[in-house]
């Protein structure tokens, strides 16, 4: 029992102890620092039960990794337990690590906020043995205008780099596009390497490019220490290599970007044209329109097109975009497929593209042709007619003649008798024809999955199963997979078999 007490109060005199010492606080490895530089911040809790905060990241600026530790020290017969968590990041301009709130034995504790310097980076020049370069082809456009721009990374002939690192371009203020294509030149002493890059600016304003930084490593053997007896393991020889890091940075650039006037979101030089595959087709086929744009600017930028016709059903795909930066211009097409179908006559309105036009610098509307769509066998309403009243028609003048009547006879009539008892029967099986058929309907249902059976293709098979694409989500999900395999490249593979079986146990049709 009195062991049982000593116990109970040696671990009351522990859990007072930790509580007494509690406390939380912040270290940060480094206050200032370049672009490209990670810093580190540790969150240090003595206590127990202790629970640090989430943080995914400082400011805009992602956290890189984390890692922990902890430890029991004891002073004086106090135990102190002491938990670390530390955080990477790595800024590019001024921030503020904010205060944290840390948790220790169910009382929160606030550590004080950091301020992190991002000190502005000297540009390298021409005579170092390495230089990283930033040019544009212009210093004012407008928003989304192209501009090029070239990175280009110099190497003095004779200069030791074992590993290369250039840092990604990346821009807040512009939509950036990397070609894929790496130049390699000679300029004088300098091996060079030119990555280069279409910029699009989303606002306008002078708005900065700010300098980018590569890291050259080169291979360095490691001090292993020691002496005595280990001095041959010692040996340079045996030593491992590891690579020693120097950061080179870029010129700054400015832009001044100018705003387009209002609602006009493209720049450039562009046309669009409409085109069917027939203007002339049956009931419930679909017709197919390409709507197709060319032209210089930033044509990735042209949104989908989605027009509404009355009494149509409607299936278009996501437009598709080729463009490339060709010398000083960014160019391509843009290509929407869209299938319309319908029962009756309609026509395809006009399209309409609107852009600041690139030599002008005024807006431009181009616009294609309505296309006037025939629906072979549709029911026309026409407009109502007046008969003439049979009043206003002059009246035949009877005449009386003084000749004698003929005596009657059959014979002059027998063909139009043999005539009318002929249509009447003609008429009679069609009637008969017509009950027996009303009396045994042909499924819609049936005939649908029948003609599922005969489509030789994928390309048969989406034009039959078009017109249901709204009536139920399965024929909308084959459609979508038909659609791949027709315009994506996909190899979907369709089972006629199970579809027949869905589509008659669903009754679509």
Same mark, same amino acid.
């Given at each position: ?23 939380? =606080? ?27 905060? %989430? ?12 890692? =922990?530790?902890? %430890?029991?020290?004891? #002073? ?32 929160? /504790? ?101 300098? #980018?930084? %590569? ?6 053997? !490691? ?7 280990? =001095? ?42 409409? =085109? ?71 026509? &395809?309105? !006009? ?49 009386? !003649? ?7 006879? &059959? ?6 008798? /043999? ?91």
């Amino acid at each position: 029992m009195i062991l049982q007490n000593l116990g109970k109060m040696a671990l009351l005199c522990v859990c007072f102890g930790a509580s007494l010492f509690a406390d939380a =606080s912040i270290r940060v490895d480094k206050m200032a620092l370049y672009p490209g530089d990670t810093v580190t911040f540790t969150l240090n809790a003595e206590g127990s039960d202790v629970t640090f905060p %989430s943080i995914s990241s400082v400011d805009e600026f992602p956290i890189l990794g984390t890692s =922990s530790a902890n %430890s029991i020290q004891m #002073i004086n017969g106090n135990t102190t337990r002491n938990i670390s968590r530390s955080y990477t990041f790595s800024p590019t301009h001024d921030v503020t690590i904010p205060a944290f709130s840390v948790t220790i034995a169910g009382k929160a /504790y606030t550590t004080e906020p950091q301020k992190i310097t991002v000190l502005t980076p000297k540009a390298s020049k021409s005579g170092e043995p390495f230089v990283l370069e930033l040019k544009a082809n212009k210093k004012s456009a407008y928003v989304g205008e192209p501009i090029k721009l070239s990175m280009v990374f110099k190497q003095q002939v004779g200069a030791k780099a074992d590993k290369v690192e250039v840092s990604e371009l990346s821009l807040k203020d512009f939509w950036v596009k990397k070609e894929e294509t790496l130049h390699q030149n000679v300029e004088g002493e300098y091996v060079t390497k030119q990555y280069d890059y279409v910029l699009f600016p989303k606002k306008a304003g002078d708005i900065e490019i700010p300098a #980018i930084f %590569s890291r050259v490593g080169t291979a360095v053997k !490691s001090d292993m220490g020691g002496g005595g007896l280990d =001095s041959f393991f010692n040996d340079s020889l045996f030593a491992p290599m590891q690579i020693k890091w120097k950061q080179v940075f870029s010129n700054a650039l400015h832009v001044n970007v100018k705003p387009l006037p209002a609602n006009i979101y493209l720049y450039g030089d562009f046309s669009i044209e409409a =085109s069917v595959d027939k203007t002339s087709i049956e009931p419930n086929k679909p017709i197919s329109l390409i709507l197709h744009i060319k032209g210089k600017g930033n044509i990735d930028d042209i949104a989908q097109f989605n027009p509404s016709i009355n009494d149509v059903a409607i299936y278009a795909d996501a437009p598709k975009v080729d463009a490339s930066l060709n010398k000083e211009d960014y160019e391509g097409e843009f290509s929407e497929h869209i299938a319309l179908v319908s029962d009756k006559d309609f026509t &395809i309105p !006009s399209f309409e593209l609107s852009y600041f036009d690139a030599k002008t610098h005024t807006v431009v509307t181009q616009k294609t042709k309505e296309i006037p769509i025939h629906i072979i066998g549709a029911v026309i309403k026409s407009a109502p007619t007046l008969e003439k009243n049979k009043s206003s028609e002059p009246m035949a003048e009877h005449t009386t !003649s003084d000749e004698p009547k003929k005596p009657f006879s &059959i014979k002059p009539y027998m063909n139009a008798i /043999y005539g009318i008892l002929g249509i009447l029967f003609i008429l009679a099986f069609g009637i008969w024809f017509a009950q027996t058929k009303k009396a045994h309907p042909i499924s819609q249902t049936h005939a649908l999955a029948s003609a599922i059976d005969k489509a030789k293709s994928d390309k048969a098979l989406f034009d039959l199963l078009l017109p249901y694409a709204k009536k139920d989500a399965l024929i909308a999900e084959i459609l979508a997979k038909l659609e791949a395999n027709l315009y994506g490249g996909a190899q979907n593979i369709i089972d006629k078999k199970e579809l027949k079986r869905l589509v008659e146990e669903r009754a679509i049709g």
